[in-house]
C-alpha cells in the first residue's frame, strides 16, 4: 500500500488577496502505481488535473478513470479520494484554509468525521493553540480506513459501461443523439461527397438517412458531436455490440461534416471516445468496409490496428481495426 505523504509536496500560490480572490494553491503530485488519499472534504472548492498516467477519482458516489487532459472540479463539501492506477502527474488547484476533514470508517461500518491538521499544507488549517499537527501515522491510519471504496469494482465496471455519456474536448462536445436531431444531422450527412468510399454511399438521401437515424436512436449508443465553437451539430458516432465476456466493443457509424475533415475533429472524438471505452473494457473494435480507404487511413491514424475481417451489422464483410487498451495508455494517439 503507497501513501500519498502529505508533507512531501511542492506548493505555488496562483491568485490571492491582491488578486479580489481566496488564495488558491497549486500542489503538484508525482504519484507511484498504488499512491491514494482515502475519502475527505474541504469547506472549499477542490480543483484536479491530470498530467501525466491515469487515476481513478472517486467523488461523491460517482467514480472515473481519468487520463491526461481530463479535469475533475469537487464542489466544497463534497467527499472525494484518488489512487493511482499508474505512475502518474496530478495537479491539485485549492483555496488556503478551508480545512481537511477525513472520513473515518469504523469496522461496523459507522462513519465519522475527523479534521486531520497537515504541516505546511495550503488547505489545511493550522491546529487550535495547544494541540500539534496530525502525525504522518495518524494521516495515513485515517485514510487506509476508506482506501477499499476506492477501487475499482470489476463487476460494475463491465455490467455498467454508460454507451451514451457526455463527453468534452477542446473542440468538440458528445451528446447522446436526440429525435429532434435529424434535421441538423440531416443538414451534414446530406452531402453525397462524406459517402463517396462508403458501402452505404445512398446515405445521403433523406429516405435512407431516417432509416439510420432511425436506427441509431433504437442502437441506445449514438452520439452526436457538437462543434464548441459555435454549438452546430458536425457529425455522429457510436458504441455498438459490448460484449463484457470478450471485453470489447464496437465503435463505428461515424461521419463527420467535410468543413470538419483533416484530422483534427475526428481525432478528439475518437480519443474521447476510446478514453471513456477503455475505463470498462480492454479492446475496442472498428469496422470498415474495404474499399473506404479513408476511413480506413483516419482509423490507422488513431492507433488502430488491422486485425482480419468480420461480417458487419448490415452482413457486409468488413475490414476490422482493434486498439487495445494497454496500447492506448502507452501512447495515446494524436
Keep these: 500500500m503507497v501513501f500519498i505523504d502529505p508533507h512531501d509536496r511542492t506548493h505555488a500560490p496562483l491568485i490571492g488577496p491582491a488578486?479580489?480572490?481566496?488564495?488558491?494553491?497549486?500542489?503538484r503530485e508525482h504519484l507511484k502505481p498504488g499512491?491514494?488519499?482515502g475519502l475527505h472534504t474541504h469547506r472549499g472548492d477542490e480543483s484536479f488535473e491530470v498530467r501525466e498516467g491515469r487515476v481513478l477519482f472517486t467523488v461523491g458516489a460517482e467514480q472515473r478513470a481519468c487520463e491526461p487532459g481530463a479535469i475533475v472540479f469537487v464542489p466544497a463539501g463534497v467527499r472525494h479520494g484518488f489512487v493511482a492506477e499508474t505512475a502518474a502527474v496530478l495537479d491539485v488547484f485549492s483555496e488556503q484554509r478551508t480545512g481537511v476533514y477525513?472520513?473515518?470508517?469504523?469496522?461496523?461500518?459507522t462513519e465519522r468525521k475527523e479534521e486531520i491538521f497537515i504541516a505546511g499544507f495550503p488547505s489545511s488549517h493550522e491546529p487550535p493553540p495547544g494541540q500539534e499537527h496530525t502525525p504522518r501515522e495518524r494521516i495515513r491510519a485515517l485514510y487506509a480506513t476508506t482506501r477499499?471504496?476506492?477501487?475499482?469494482?470489476?463487476?460494475v465496471t463491465a455490467a455498467h459501461f454508460d454507451l451514451q455519456p457526455v463527453?468534452?474536448?477542446?473542440?468538440?462536445?458528445?451528446?447522446?443523439l436526440r429525435p429532434d436531431?435529424?434535421?441538423?444531422?440531416?443538414?451534414?450527412?446530406?452531402?453525397?461527397?462524406i459517402w463517396e468510399q462508403h458501402p452505404?454511399?445512398?446515405?445521403?438521401?433523406e429516405a435512407v438517412f431516417r432509416a439510420f437515424f432511425r436506427e441509431a436512436l433504437e442502437s441506445g449508443g449514438a452520439l452526436v458531436a457538437i462543434d464548441r465553437a459555435d454549438g452546430r451539430i458536425i457529425g455522429s458516432s457510436r458504441y455498438f455490440d459490448h460484449n463484457p465476456d470478450a471485453s470489447e466493443i464496437e465503435i463505428g457509424w461515424t461521419f463527420l461534416a467535410r468543413s470538419h475533415w483533416g484530422g483534427r475533429y475526428n481525432g478528439e472524438m475518437k480519443r474521447l471516445m476510446l478514453q471513456h471505452a477503455f475505463q470498462f473494457v480492454d479492446r475496442v473494435v472498428f469496422l470498415v468496409g474495404p474499399r473506404n480507404l479513408r476511413s480506413q487511413r483516419a482509423v490507422e491514424r488513431i492507433g488502430g490496428v488491422r486485425a482480419g475481417s468480420?461480417?458487419?451489422a448490415a452482413g457486409r464483410e468488413s475490414v476490422v481495426f482493434a486498439i487495445t487498451a494497454e496500447r492506448f495508455r502507452q501512447g495515446t494517439p494524436d
Design 19 to 27: 488578486d479580489g480572490a481566496a488564495t488558491i494553491f497549486r500542489t
Design 35 to 37: 499512491a491514494f488519499v
Design 102 to 109: 477525513v472520513i473515518v470508517l469504523a469496522p461496523d461500518g
Design 148 to 155: 477499499h471504496l476506492l477501487a475499482r469494482p470489476p463487476a
Design 167 to 176: 463527453l468534452e474536448g477542446e473542440l468538440i462536445r458528445l451528446r447522446p
Design 181 to 193: 436531431d435529424f434535421e441538423a444531422l440531416f443538414a451534414v450527412a446530406s452531402d453525397p461527397l
Design 200 to 205: 452505404a454511399n445512398d446515405r445521403h438521401e
Design 310 to 312: 468480420r461480417i458487419d
